[in-house]
């Protein structure tokens, strides 16, 4: 018999059981041929659901390697303040656009990266030179936050550029870790 003829039958036995039973649809056994096919639909979409989990893409490295250097403590910044930048990320086949809020208050700075869209892609609390990170996968994120960090301590930090460099754009290559990233101050002040 072949597979048409085969599924035909197995159809028109269905529907024949389906017939008989006096019983409302949702009060019937599951038919045969039902389970079967919902079995097969439950296993196709469990190994698409393994492949998927196993294409490593939510947990990729990195593109852009931790590049090491000292963290100034807070405790050497003077003052309390916020500031927005604007921060770009180039590499081999990067180029990573997003902006960066950071404010210190006491001994505490934080850093928050938001997305073009406003979405947060990582936050960075440090505290003297211990550092707290909460940041998305590398498939999202390709630069690690503390990169992000000592660059800004580069750039300087309070800020105390005057009205007139308030836009000042900056740009470190860090040609040993193989990218470079560019700082634009959006707007910084003193807090109260």
Same mark, same amino acid.
């Given at each position: 018999?072949?597979?048409?003829? =085969?599924?035909?039958?197995?159809? &028109?036995?269905?529907?024949?059981?389906? +017939?008989?039973?006096?019983? $409302?649809? @949702? !009060? /019937? %056994?599951?038919?045969?041929?039902?389970?079967?096919?919902?079995? =097969?639909?439950?296993?196709?979409? &469990?190994?698409?659901?393994?492949?998927? +989990?196993?294409?490593?893409? $939510?947990? @990729? !490295? /990195? %593109?852009?390697?931790?590049?090491?250097?000292?963290?100034?403590?807070?405790?050497?910044?003077?003052?309390?303040?916020?500031?927005?930048?604007?921060?770009?990320?180039?590499?081999?086949?990067?180029?990573? %656009?997003?902006?960066?809020?950071?404010?210190?208050?006491?001994?505490?700075?934080?850093?928050?990266?938001?997305?073009?869209?406003?979405?947060?892609?990582?936050?960075?609390?440090?505290?003297?030179?211990?550092?707290?990170?909460?940041?998305?996968?590398?498939?999202?994120?390709?630069?690690?936050?503390?990169?992000?960090?000592?660059?800004?301590?580069?750039?300087?930090?309070?800020?105390?550029?005057?009205?007139?460099?308030?836009?000042?754009?900056?740009?470190?290559?860090?040609?040993?870790?193989?990218?470079?990233?560019?700082?634009?101050?959006?707007?910084?002040?003193?807090?109260?």
């Amino acid at each position: 018999m072949r597979s048409a003829e =085969r599924n035909g039958a197995l159809l &028109s036995a269905g529907a024949e059981e389906r +017939a008989a039973d006096p019983r $409302p649809a @949702a !009060a /019937r %056994p599951i038919s045969r041929f039902r389970s079967v096919g919902a079995r =097969r639909w439950i296993r196709a979409s &469990s190994v698409l659901g393994m492949a998927s +989990a196993c294409s490593g893409l $939510p947990f @990729a !490295a /990195r %593109p852009i390697p931790d590049c090491p250097a000292e963290i100034r403590s807070t405790d050497e910044i003077p003052g309390d303040f916020s500031s927005r930048q604007w921060i770009t990320v180039a590499a081999e086949d990067v180029n990573f %656009p997003f902006e960066l809020v950071a404010q210190k208050k006491g001994r505490e700075l934080v850093l928050i990266g938001l997305s073009p869209v406003g979405a947060k892609l990582f936050s960075v609390i440090q505290v003297g030179v211990e550092t707290r990170v909460d940041a998305l996968p590398g498939a999202a994120l390709p630069v690690p936050p503390l990169n992000v960090l000592r660059d800004l301590h580069r750039y300087g930090l309070p800020p105390s550029h005057s009205p007139a460099d308030a836009r000042r754009r900056v740009v470190f290559d860090h040609a040993d870790c193989g990218y470079s990233i560019a700082i634009e101050t959006l707007g910084e002040g003193a807090l109260p």
